[in-house]
């Protein structure tokens, strides 16, 4: 029933831009704080950005000052705007919805940024 689907990836030059959406369904997702992760190859998961159910947001420092992270509670969707894209942004980014013990991911898309 839950269901988190990405959209917006793709393969772009260095300095260029994406939006990443991820539209959520099958939850109260006002209440859900929500994320986006991403794993590049040979590296583990990790944490890009995340924004609460309020205003608070949390970036890596990687990502700092180029990417914003969004939420539209009336549209059930967080986006991701990464800006000056590098090439070691490559990765599968995924979305993740959390609230307390409700832990639910996407499937994930590819953004791969060539030099």
């Known amino acids: 029933q839950v269901q988190l689907v990405e959209s917006g990836g793709g393969l772009v030059q260095a300095g260029g831009s994406l939006r990443l959406s991820c539209a959520a369904s099958?939850?109260?997702?006002?209440?859900?704080?929500m994320a986006w992760y991403r794993r590049a190859p040979g590296k583990q998961r990790d944490l890009v950005a995340s924004i609460a159910s309020g205003i608070t947001t949390n970036y890596a420092d990687s990502v700092k000052g180029r990417f914003t992270i969004s939420r539209d509670n009336a549209k059930n969707t967080m986006y991701l705007q990464m800006n000056s894209l590098k090439p070691e942004d490559t990765a599968v980014y995924y979305c993740?919805?959390?609230?307390?013990?409700?832990?639910?991911w996407g499937q994930g898309t590819q953004v791969t940024v060539s030099s």
């Open positions: 993740n919805a959390l609230y307390y013990k409700n832990n639910y």
């Open positions: 099958g939850i109260p997702f006002n209440i859900y704080t």
